[in-house]
Every structure is written in structure tokens, then in C-alpha cells.
């Protein structure tokens, strides 16, 4: 554990000082979640309405701006490989980055979404659906943008490429994330199930993201 | 035998060292040293032919009982001097990072960013990774390169006494270090 805990440390505290990845994020969802209703005009059934999809939107998108840094910087000074002679295994190294990258962008975003939901109008029960299935779902988010920066690790520019790559692996997120948090399907007794299955995804990307971006990280190294 | 893009670097490439040997490779600039030492790590794969070591700890692969000290140094510029090793030791499962400073000289520098080190005090906060995690193989990738006298000293005394532990140091290197090589292995020419 001790060594899982220093890699932690060490990535959190390097976020939190150099804070730019999780303030463009926050900067970013902040832009467009306020711009959203300016842009719409005043038409508050409407907002509340496109509401859930349109704080999915910007959260999917927030997150990928900082995506493909996950393991640039340490592929780029050298960490990575000194990481990967270390004695914990590669695949924990990747799991753990992931996730300190869904601690420093996902997570963040996932708890402020619902308070500046009000901006866009959600409704006051819709506020704990849409924070639950926003940090089950953000989980998923981080650990395939965590794939999509590992296989693009080392192509220069590889920004657009982790957009094209993963966007489709974002899609059944989007669906199930926007449906646990929609009013109609709320009332219609589905959004727990949706709740559900974004967790299902979230946990089987757990499981399979560490093993296929261990994969490809080392095959950069090579 | 090694191959990177379809040339062969080195073929039929065969040395060993015992406990306490330093090894010297030498060779001109693209020559395939760093590639050999990242080979013997287990970072790259041989076309063929194997890296075998004897009495080590048969649980772990070589690459986790070898400190490879290369080009790139894995610190961490937003991090001061202290936190970059006390993550190495941290993580690689070192004891204490107490006195570790002090023995590359960096001692002053314990609470300044790494982002501001000059490229002489970077390769030695990255040396001092061989102190803060005890692993008996120490692959050393032009050591000396940035390095003054005074550090070139420390570095040789450090790599005297990992020796006299029973320690085997594969070293890449174009001028002396300070303490003479066991074995001297010349790469061939670069094409």
C-alpha cells in the first residue's frame, strides 16, 4: 500500500501546485454551463428540459481537456519507466493515476455540477440523482480518457487523437448517465436501473482500463 | 543480439559481472549503450539471447532490483528537492531519506523546486535515488555527465562502498569515474 499512497501524494501534490489541469476544467464546465442559459434565452421549461444533458456534456468535455496530460508528464521526464521498475505492478501504477486523475478533475466537477445545475434550472429532487449518477459515471469518464491518453502517450499532439479514440467508449456513459438524471425517467421508476448500469460500466472500465493501458504504456517504452 | 529499426546494434554480445565488479561500457554516440543498459533493466526486449541474474530474489525481475539512472531524471519540478526523494523512497521502498541529501551535496537545496535546479544538481538529485532504496544492481547511464569535481568525488565514494557491499555497477561512460573498472566492454562502431 505504502508505495500506491506515495504515488498519490506525489500526483496530488504536483496538481494542486502547478493546479492547471483542474482549473481549466472547472474553468471550462464554469464557461459553459453559465453561457448555456444566456445563449438559449429565457425559456425556463426548455432549460430545464436539455438541463441534465447539457451538464453531461460539459462535465465529458472538462474532462478531456486535461485527459491526455495523464501520464504525459511522467512518460516525458522519465517517471514512467522508473515507475515501471518499481515494486508495485504496472497495472496498479496506471489504476492509480487514473484515479488521482478522476480525484483532481472527475470528482470535483461531479460535486459542483448539481449546485451549478441551478443555473440551467434543474429542479430541487432532481439535485441527488443527478450528484450520484455524475460521480458513479465521472469514475468511467477519468479511467477511459486514462486508456485513451496511454495509447497516444507518445504521438506528438495526441490531444485530438484521445477525443477521436475514446469518444466512442463515452457514449453508453452519456446515455445512461443523462437518463439516471432526467426528470421523466426519474418519475418512471427507471433511473435507479440507469444508476446502475453506469456503475457497471465505471467497474468493468475499473477492471479493464488498468490492463489495456498497461499494455499500451509499454509498448511506448520499448 | 539487439535491433532497433532492421540495423542490428550488437550481436553475439556476451559479458558478465560478479558481486562487486564495476563494469565500464564504452563506445562512440549511438553506439548502443543506454539501449544495452535498458535491456539489461528489462525496458527492452533482446531479438535474442537473455539477461540472467544469480542469487538475487528470484520473486522479482531484474528491472526491480537494478536502480537505472538514465537521461531522464523522473523529477518532478512543482515538487521541492526533499519531496521528489522522499516519493522515490517512498515508492521503491527505501528506509529514510535522512543523510541522503547531504551525501550528493544537496543539502541546501532541500526546500527549493526541483523546476529551478541547474542540470548538475538534477542528475544529482536523481543520484541520490541509488541512496534513499538499497537495490544491489546499479545501471549508471553517463553518471558523471553535468557533475563537478567535488560530486564526482561523492558519486565515486558512493559507488566504492555499493561495491564493497557486493554490489554490481554496469556504467556507461565517455571520461573516468573516479575508481577503476573490473571489466571494460567496447561497443562497436555507430553506423
Not at chain 1, 465529458?60 to 515507475?83: M, N
Not at chain 1, 450528484?131 to 486514462?146: D, E, N, Q, T
Not at chain 2, 529499426?5 to 558478465?16: K, Q, T, V, W, Y
Not at chain 2, 541509488?130 to 558512493?158: F, N
Amino acid at each position: 500500500m505504502k508505495p500506491i499512497a506515495a504515488l498519490i501524494r506525489r500526483d496530488l501534490g504536483v496538481a494542486l501546485r502547478q493546479g492547471s489541469s483542474l482549473g481549466t476544467a472547472i474553468g471550462f464546465f464554469l464557461a459553459v454551463v453559465m453561457l448555456l442559459p444566456i445563449g438559449l434565452g429565457p425559456d425556463q421549461a426548455l432549460l430545464q428540459r436539455i438541463a441534465p444533458g447539457a451538464l453531461w456534456i460539459a462535465l465529458l468535455l472538462s474532462v478531456l481537456l486535461s485527459a491526455d496530460r495523464i501520464f504525459l508528464d511522467d512518460y516525458d521526464d522519465g517517471s514512467l519507466e522508473l515507475l515501471a521498475s518499481g515494486p508495485l505492478s504496472f497495472e496498479l501504477v496506471t489504476l492509480t493515476k487514473a484515479c488521482v486523475h478522476w480525484l483532481t478533475a472527475g470528482l470535483p466537477l461531479a460535486v459542483i455540477a448539481p449546485i451549478l445545475g441551478f443555473l440551467v434550472n434543474i429542479g430541487p429532487d432532481q439535485v441527488l440523482p443527478l450528484a450520484a449518477a455524475m460521480i458513479m459515471g465521472s469514475l468511467g469518464i477519468s479511467l477511459l480518457a486514462a486508456l485513451g491518453a496511454a495509447v497516444t502517450v507518445g504521438l506528438r499532439r495526441g490531444g485530438m487523437m484521445v477525443s477521436l479514440l475514446i469518444l466512442p467508449l463515452y457514449v453508453p456513459v452519456m446515455i445512461f448517465g443523462v437518463a439516471a438524471s432526467t426528470p421523466q425517467t426519474i418519475m418512471a421508476g427507471s433511473g435507479v436501473s440507469s444508476l446502475m448500469i453506469l456503475a457497471a460500466l465505471s467497474l468493468a472500465a475499473l477492471v479493464m482500463v488498468p490492463i489495456a493501458a498497461s499494455a499500451a504504456l509499454r509498448a511506448y517504452m520499448q | 543480439m539487439m535491433e532497433r529499426g532492421e540495423r542490428a546494434i550488437f550481436s553475439g554480445l556476451n559479458f558478465g559481472a560478479a558481486a562487486g565488479e564495476l563494469v565500464a561500457l564504452t563506445g562512440p554516440n549511438g553506439a548502443g549503450k543506454t539501449t544495452l543498459l535498458r535491456l539489461i533493466a528489462g525496458l527492452v526486449r533482446p531479438q535474442a539471447g537473455t539477461v540472467e541474474l544469480e542469487g538475487g530474489d528470484e520473486d522479482r525481475t531484474i528491472g526491480q532490483q537494478a536502480h537505472m539512472i538514465g537521461h531522464q531524471h523522473g523529477i518532478k519540478p512543482a515538487l521541492t528537492v526533499e519531496e521528489n526523494l522522499r516519493f522515490w523512497k517512498d515508492f521503491l521502498g527505501g528506509e529514510t531519506v535522512q543523510g541522503r541529501l547531504e551525501g550528493l551535496g544537496l543539502e541546501a537545496l532541500r526546500d527549493f523546486p526541483a523546476g529551478v535546479l541547474s542540470a548538475g544538481q538534477r542528475r544529482r538529485l536523481s543520484l541520490a535515488r541509488l541512496l534513499v532504496a538499497q537495490r544491489p544492481i546499479w545501471l549508471l547511464d553517463e553518471p558523471t555527465t553535468g557533475l563537478d569535481q567535488r560530486s564526482l568525488g561523492l558519486l565515486s565514494e558512493h559507488m566504492r562502498g555499493h561495491l564493497q557491499e557486493g554490489g554490481i555497477i554496469i556504467a556507461a561512460t565517455h571520461g573516468a569515474l573516479g575508481l577503476k573498472p573490473t571489466a571494460v566492454i567496447a561497443l562497436g562502431e555507430a553506423a
